[in-house]
């Protein structure tokens, strides 16, 4: 995640087309130890394509997946049932 961060800050910063040189000059800027295999395959996967273009592409792919939230909204539904059901005894 860290070489695409600084892909994406040299893209930002106006360089269109960033350099295994310029990733790392940004790594290295905040203490962060660069690996040139991970980092060369980052720069050959995004090189020459649109930035944007693969920023929306991701979020189509996230939208699709499935959230963790669902399992917590379950739990607190499931909880709240049996007091629901309790009420209307207490009622009669």
Sequence with gaps: MRYVAAYLLAVL???ESPTSKDLK????????ETDDERM????????GKNI??????????????PAGGAVAVS???GSATP??????AAGE
């Design 83 to 88: 007091a629901a059901a309790a009420a209307p």
């Design 13 to 15: 910063g106006g360089n």
């Design 25 to 32: 000059k940004i790594l290295d800027s905040v203490g962060i």
């Design 40 to 47: 060369n395959k980052v720069i050959s996967e995004l090189n």
């Design 75 to 77: 739990a607190g539904g």
């Design 52 to 65: 944007e273009d693969v920023i929306a592409q991701g979020n189509g792919k996230l939208a699709s997946m």
